[in-house]
Structures are given as C-alpha cells and as structure tokens.
C-alpha cells in the first residue's frame, strides 16, 4: 500500500474501524507508520494515541480487542477502512460502538419489514375486543390464526413461486417470491427467530 502518511504534519491518517460482518462503522482512530506497521504484524489494529502520545493496541487493558480481518486504503491514500471481528464492545463507555448504537445485522428494507411484523405481532397478543381500527391488519389477523395458519400459508406461497418460476412471466414470479418472502419473516417470528438466527446458521455451514 502507497499510504502518504505525509500529507499531515502530524504524520497521521485517519482509520475508519467497520464490522467485517455487519458492516458497521464501529470508531474512527488515528495511524501513524508505526501503528500499521504493528496492525500487520500482530494483526490486533493498533492506533497512535494523541492523548497518550504512543502507540495504542485497541483493548491492551479492557481485553476488547479488533482483531484484524482486512484493509482498504481510499483513492487519496491517506484514509484506511479496517474491517475487524471486534472482541467485546468497541467503546470505552461500554457500547458497540462510539455512536451508542448496537452492532446489529442491518439487511436494509427486510430489516424495516421484519420490524413492522414485530410491532404487528405485538398488537396480536391484545385482545380483540380493545384494538382500534388502527390495529387491525392482515399480519394481525394471520397471527391472530395460530402458528399452524402460517406455515400453511408459508407452504401456499412457496408452490406459486414455484408454479410461477417454470412460467415466463418475470412479473408474476416477483410478485409470488415477494408474497413468499413476507409469509417466511411471520413465520421466522412465530418461531421466535429472525434473519439475524438464519444468518448465523448458514455461516456456521460456511467452508
């Protein structure tokens, strides 16, 4: 890597720290050449402290160490992206990381899906008879069913995505996969499980 560690006077770069597998920002650090150098070898990201004047190993005292997993220097050569598996916490106050926020999965807009379903299935467990019209959905009424009422319709959904695959008709089979993908994220929570549980069984079959 051509870093210029020189574009400052003060001989660093900053060095943005990101989950390799959640792909949050965790904290921002400081290099110099000695602290890269020291990442790599010992492959726990190492920082210069301008507080402490020295180098500075991420967890040396609380044992919440980033354990190194790949750099990416940006087009100027003088910011890092460091992707870790961090050990415990990031922050010194005790969070994931230095914003206050939890080092959670993110999947985007299923994220926001699967969080509308719990909210739903929330309301589900008050009785009928006090929910307002505002309370009232289709995910209400499904989970109002039962267990059993959702894996039918988990079942249902799967054989039209799979009628509508041997079909040509793009349209239609996007409209069954999505149907089939919503019925799947009520099931996983009738289960009590989400995606994060999938994720992580399918990463432990990874080879």
Not at 12 to 39: C, H, R, S, W
Not at 172 to 190: R, T, V
């Amino acid at each position: 890597m051509n870093i210029d560690f020189n574009k400052n006077n003060d001989g660093l770069i900053p060095a943005i720290i990101q989950d390799a597998t959640t792909k949050n920002v965790l904290m921002l650090g400081y290099m110099n050449k000695e602290a890269f150098q020291k990442t790599q070898k010992t492959k726990l990201v190492t920082f210069f402290s301008r507080t402490k004047n020295r180098l500075w190993t991420k967890g040396e005292e609380s044992g919440n160490v980033l354990n190194l997993i790949d750099i990416k220097l940006d087009c100027d050569n003088d910011t890092l992206l460091i992707q870790v598996h961090p050990n415990g916490p990031t922050c010194h106050k005790g969070s994931d990381t230095c914003w206050n926020e939890e080092n959670n999965s993110n999947y985007g807009f299923f994220s926001t899906l699967e969080n509308v379903i719990t909210e739903r299935v929330t309301i589900s467990k008050i009785d009928p008879d006090l929910r307002d019209e505002s309370q009232k959905s289709y995910v209400v009424s499904l989970f109002d069913k039962g267990i059993n009422k959702i894996a039918q319709k988990v079942g249902e959904e799967a054989v039209e995505t799979v009628i509508e695959a041997m079909d040509n008709n793009d349209e239609l089979f996007l409209y069954e996969a999505g149907d089939l993908l919503f019925h799947y994220l009520m099931l996983l929570q009738a289960k009590g499980f989400t995606l994060k549980d999938i994720e992580a069984e399918l990463m432990k079959r990874q080879k």
